[in-house]
């Protein structure tokens, strides 16, 4: 587990006797994303719930029907009839359904972590069905009436540096009314992972699916004019592969598992052979999407680079450029669902390019050039140009690298190159953990390690606290 060398950092509760002390009880942390939602309990290594975002809409064939929801990985890539993928998270990282998002966090944490036990999410995705049959939310609202599934567990929860003052009033209104949570925290995702890298003061660098995120973290505390986000994060970069393939020639096709029976091997570049599958009744057009972005996951893990540096890709030594230069380098061979397979050469090294010279990223008619000040070099300039001078430096040796999309191979080397050409004078430090988990879960084990400080127990807000004061109690306590 990282260590937590920060705890040199004190808590003050604002009034003693209303403090909600945890002793036996274990903290649940939940830390919900644009691609996956991860939920564990406090004090523990890595989350034990994992399940992605997106959830599943089984809309009925009659009028007299209810619509079903599926919630899991094994629930969302079945390809069921009239299943519709929808995610209630927005693409700035914020929750746009709050519905639904409550529904499919409970199911992270009571399908796998409490005793308040889900059905299977391919029936409801919450609660077991009555016997007998019946309305399926009347039960639920039975239910709610009754025992709340975290009536136990204090609930940590992350959240964005931009999140609205109303979203973090819904949160603890979630926690407190719909699950009977006894206590309630929120925490800034930067802040977490920074201290899940052992510091108190960072600049964190967040490559997640959705948003890139900058965010300068001082004393525990982000300096919240200094939060930049752009959208060119994994997202973009499968729309950069998408490009990639339908520009080719001939278009490279993106064929998901679930449409192949068998295939037959061939040639490098030679047509594909195989047998598709065929449905009487087919999923919507939204779930052959989600099945094609798992593909294009494995392309970019398997396949996409990062140009190292020094310098960038268009540019190079004696008038050639990187983009030349790459081209000679060996290949790195890929083989879609249904066979076909190519070698790819500067174009693993293209796709990415866009993060870092918004006029190398690949447009059509579809998708607009993005804009420099989108980049990382140029998000990571006016972050630190909006926080005071003396901190800098300080920041600077102490950038904490986290999210999924941070794991392409190259993407640390390339960023300490951009930092040093950018601050010559500073010392530059880069804290990027090599374990895929830490560098992926980072804001939740950053949670987890605050959740299970004891010194942190008397900074929960209690449910009596919210109950005296509402739920804008937690602008006040939760900074």
Same mark, same amino acid.
């Given at each position: 587990?990282?260590?937590?060398?920060? $705890?040199? #950092?004190?808590?003050?509760?604002?009034?003693?006797?209303?403090? @909600?002390?945890?002793?036996?009880?274990?903290?649940?942390?939940?830390?919900?994303?644009?691609?996956?939602?991860?939920?564990?309990f406090?004090?523990?290594d890595?989350?034990?719930?994992?399940?992605?975002? @997106? @959830? =599943?809409?089984?809309?009925?064939?009659?009028?007299?029907?209810?619509?079903?929801?599926?919630?899991?990985?094994n629930?969302i890539?079945?390809?069921?009839?009239?299943?519709h993928?929808?995610?209630?998270?927005s693409?700035?990282?914020?929750?746009?359904?709050?519905?639904t998002?409550?529904?499919?966090?409970?199911?992270?944490?009571?399908?796998?972590?409490?005793?308040?036990?889900?059905?299977?999410?391919?029936?409801?995705g919450?609660?077991?069905?009555?016997?007998?049959?019946?309305?399926?939310? +009347?039960?639920i609202?039975?239910?709610?009436?009754?025992?709340?599934?975290?009536?136990d567990?204090?609930? #940590?929860?992350?959240?964005?540096?931009?999140?609205?003052?109303?979203?973090?009033?819904?949160?603890?209104?979630?926690?407190?009314?719909?699950? *009977? $949570?006894?206590?309630?925290w929120?925490?800034?995702?930067?802040?977490?992972?920074?201290?899940?890298g052992?510091?108190?003061s960072?600049?964190?660098?967040?490559?997640?699916?959705?948003?890139?995120?900058?965010t300068?973290?001082?004393?525990?505390l982000?300096?919240?004019?200094?939060?930049?986000?752009?959208?060119?994060?994994?997202?973009?970069?499968?729309?950069?592969?998408?490009?990639?393939?339908?520009?080719?020639?001939?278009?490279?096709?993106?064929? !998901?598992?679930?449409?192949?029976?068998?295939?037959?091997?061939?040639?490098? =570049?030679?047509?594909?052979?195989?047998? @598709?599958?065929?449905?009487?009744?087919?999923p919507?057009?939204?779930?052959?999407?989600?099945?094609?972005?798992?593909v294009l996951?494995?392309?970019?893990?398997?396949?996409?680079?990062?140009?190292?540096?020094?310098?960038?890709?268009?540019?190079?030594?004696?008038?050639t450029t990187?983009?030349?230069?790459?081209?000679?380098?060996?290949?790195?061979?890929?083989?879609?669902?249904?066979?076909w397979?190519?070698?790819?050469?500067?174009?693993?090294?293209r796709?990415?390019?866009?993060?870092?010279?918004?006029?190398?990223?690949?447009?059509?008619?579809?998708? !607009?050039? !993005?804009?420099?000040?989108?980049?990382?070099?140029a998000?990571?300039?006016?972050?630190?140009?909006?926080?005071?001078?003396?901190v800098?430096?300080?920041?600077?040796?102490?950038?904490?690298?986290?999210?999924?999309?941070?794991?392409?191979?190259?993407?640390?080397?390339r960023?300490?190159?951009?930092?040093?050409?950018?601050?010559? =004078?500073?010392?530059?430090?880069?804290?990027?953990?090599?374990?895929?988990?830490?560098?992926?879960?980072?804001?939740?084990? *950053?949670?987890?390690i605050? =959740?299970?400080?004891? +010194?942190?127990?008397?900074?929960?807000?209690?449910?009596?606290?919210?109950?005296e004061?509402?739920?804008?109690?937690?602008?006040?306590?939760?900074?």
């Open positions: 587990m990282v260590e937590a060398s920060w $705890c040199y #950092l004190t808590f003050t509760a604002p009034n003693p006797k209303e403090s @909600y002390i945890v002793d036996e009880i274990s903290a649940l942390v939940l830390d919900p994303g644009y691609s996956s939602v991860r939920a564990g406090a004090g523990e890595v989350p034990k719930s994992v399940i992605p975002s @997106y @959830y =599943g809409t089984i809309e009925p064939l009659d009028s007299s029907g209810e619509t079903k929801y599926v919630f899991g990985d629930s890539h079945t390809p069921l009839p009239n299943l993928i929808h995610n209630p998270m693409k700035d990282g914020t929750v746009e359904d709050w519905d998002a409550t529904k499919l966090w409970e199911y992270a944490i009571t399908s796998r972590l409490t005793n308040f036990k889900a059905s299977n999410p391919a029936a409801n919450l609660n077991d069905p009555a016997e007998g049959g019946g309305n399926v939310e +009347a039960d609202e039975a239910a709610g009436e009754g025992e709340k599934p975290l009536e567990n204090p609930l #940590l929860m992350t959240e964005t540096g931009w999140n609205s003052g109303k979203a973090r009033e819904k949160s603890i209104e979630v926690a407190m009314e719909n699950w *009977g $949570c006894p206590a309630f929120l925490a800034r995702n930067g802040v977490c992972a920074s201290f899940a052992g510091k108190a960072a600049l964190v660098v967040d490559v997640g699916a959705s948003n890139i995120s900058i300068p973290v001082h004393d525990g982000i300096l919240k004019k200094g939060v930049m986000r752009s959208p060119l994060a994994g997202n973009f970069i499968s729309q950069q592969l998408r490009i990639l393939f339908s520009a080719s020639n001939p278009p490279i096709p993106l064929t !998901p598992h679930y449409l192949i029976t068998s295939k037959t091997p061939v040639d490098a =570049g030679s047509p594909a052979i195989a047998t @598709y599958r065929s449905f009487a009744t087919p919507h057009e939204s779930f052959r999407r989600l099945e094609e972005e798992r996951q494995e392309f970019k893990e398997s396949v996409v680079q990062v140009w190292q540096g020094p310098g960038r890709l268009s540019s190079g030594p004696q008038g990187n983009e030349e230069i790459v081209k000679s380098w060996p290949g790195r061979p890929f083989e879609m669902p249904d066979g397979n190519q070698v790819f050469g500067a174009e693993r090294f796709v990415s390019e866009g993060m870092w010279e918004a006029k190398m990223a690949l447009t059509d008619s579809e998708t !607009p050039p !993005p804009s420099q000040s989108q980049t990382i070099p998000l990571i300039q006016a972050s630190l140009s909006a926080v005071d001078v003396d800098r430096p300080h920041l600077l040796a102490n950038v904490v690298i986290t999210g999924g999309t941070s794991l392409l191979y190259g993407f640390t080397d960023l300490n190159s951009e930092l040093t050409q950018m601050f010559p =004078g500073p010392r530059v430090r880069l804290s990027a953990p090599g374990n895929t988990a830490e560098r992926r879960f980072a804001s939740w084990i *950053g949670g987890s605050l =959740g299970s400080l004891g +010194a942190f127990h008397q900074m929960w807000v209690s449910k009596r606290e919210y109950e004061h509402g739920a804008g109690i937690v602008e006040k306590r939760c900074k």
